[in-house]
C-alpha cells in the first residue's frame, strides 16, 4: 500500500469529547487492522490537552501510509506543549506527553494560523481500508 487514507473528525471543548476521541482512535485503528492501544492512548492524552490546557475545540487526524501511522490533534491555542519534568507520584496529571514520548516512534507539535497541531507517529503494520 503506498496510498496515504486519511481520516479526520473535529470535537467540542468537553470532557465527553475527550471519551469519544479516544473511541474515534480505537474504531479507526480496528478497521486499519492495528492494535487500538497505543493510538487510542495518544489521542487521548492529546485531546485531553487540547481540552484542558487550550480550552478549544480541537480535531482529530489519523493517517497512514506504509507501516507509518500518523496522529495530529489541533487545537485553537497558540501555546506549545512543554514537556513536563519529573512528576511526584501523588500528583494527579502532567504525565501525558511523557506517555506520547515513550509510545510514540516521533513526536512534536508546530503552531498553525489559528493555534497548534500536536502530532506522533507510530510505525506499525497497518492494513487501511
Known amino acids: 500500500m503506498n496510498d496515504r ?4 473528525r473535529d470535537f467540542a471543548p468537553s470532557a465527553s469529547a475527550v471519551r469519544a476521541a479516544r473511541n474515534f482512535a480505537a474504531t479507526t485503528a480496528a478497521r486499519w ?3 487500538p492501544a497505543e493510538i487510542e492512548t495518544i489521542v487521548g492524552e492529546l485531546a485531553a490537552n487540547a481540552y484542558v490546557h487550550a480550552r478549544s475545540a480541537f480535531t482529530v487526524s489519523l493517517s497512514c501510509v506504509d507501516s507509518l501511522l500518523e496522529i495530529q490533534v489541533e487545537d485553537q491555542s497558540s501555546r506549545m506543549p512543554v514537556l513536563a519534568g519529573a512528576v511526584p507520584p501523588d500528583e494527579p496529571g502532567g504525565r ?3 506517555m506520547v514520548r ?3 516512534a516521533a513526536w512534536g ?13 507510530l510505525t506499525t503494520r497497518v492494513r487501511a481500508t
Not at 487514507?5 to 479526520?8: E, G, M, N, P
Not at 507539535?109 to 507517529?121: D, Y
Open 96 to 98: 501525558g506527553l511523557m
Open 33 to 35: 487492522g492495528v492494535d
Open 5 to 8: 487514507v486519511t481520516v479526520i
Open 102 to 104: 515513550a509510545i510514540a
Open 109 to 121: 507539535a508546530r503552531p498553525t494560523p489559528f493555534g497548534k497541531i500536536v502530532w506522533a507517529e
